[in-house]
């Protein structure tokens, strides 16, 4: 079974923090994608990293692909208060079908 | 307006009473699916159909119907609502060839 799991479950920083969670697991997948989802909306896609290695930067946004491609990281450089929510990674289950696995989250809160 | 729309945002309820949950989109994507949320548990795939003639049961399909009306339109059922189907529901849909999930809003079921 094909499990993702996420770190820190629970974050509460200050304006102008830096931090990382991570989205670990123990299968391989062919991509990662990452979510954001704030109180009273559904999930809203940031980013999606195909290849092991692979670095994308949204902004003050950072996400990272491990090598083999088990893992991967989301850090935020100056974290706003607008950064605040549920970041959440999610994967294709390897049977395919247009299927993801979701993480259980990290909800972040960004104090001013 | 929104892509993915979702009726109702609340619904309280007796255990015993059947509900439904409705999903529109204006994306003209082939797939849809239900999800529910619960803290600490992510999103959970309860149903997905990949066109009007296609259903698939997802990991948590007991206690829960669907119905594909037409491409635009995804219900969802509870036939006698318990306390434990107290969750947060997402529609969402995609395309046949990608992975990317848009996201309604989300329904907040509370059974009493």
């Known amino acids: 079974t094909q499990l993702l799991e996420q770190s820190p479950q629970f974050l509460s920083i200050q304006e102008g923090e830096n931090l990382t969670v991570y989205c670990n697991s123990s299968s391989v997948f062919s991509s990662l994608q990452w979510y954001r989802q704030e109180p009273g909306e559904g999930p809203v896609l940031l980013v999606t990293?195909?290849?092991?290695?692979e670095v994308k930067k949204l902004k003050r946004l950072t996400f990272q692909f491990g090598d083999a491609r088990k893992d991967s990281s989301l850090h935020i450089t100056a974290a706003q208060p607008g950064d605040t929510g549920l970041y959440l990674c999610?994967?294709?289950?390897?049977?395919?079908?247009?299927?993801?696995?979701f993480g259980a989250g990290t909800r972040l809160a960004v104090h001013p | 307006d929104a892509d993915v729309t979702q009726t109702p945002r609340n619904r309280i309820t007796k255990t015993g009473k059947r509900i439904m949950l409705e999903c529109s989109q204006t994306?003209?994507?082939?797939?849809m699916y239900w999800y529910r949320q619960d803290p600490g548990l992510g999103l959970r795939l309860i149903y997905y159909?990949?066109?009007?003639?296609?259903?698939n049961k997802g990991e948590i399909s007991d206690g829960y119907s669907v119905s594909r009306q037409a491409q635009a339109k995804f219900s969802l059922s509870l036939e006698s609502a318990i306390p434990n189907q107290t969750a947060l529901y997402f529609c969402a849909t995609s395309w046949t060839s990608g992975n990317e999930q848009f996201f309604g809003p989300g329904t907040r079921l509370t059974v009493l």
């Open positions: 159909s990949f066109d009007v003639k296609d259903i």
């Open positions: 999610a994967g294709p289950n390897s049977g395919g079908y247009n299927k993801l696995i």
């Open positions: 994306k003209g994507h082939d797939r």
């Open positions: 990293v195909v290849t092991g290695g």
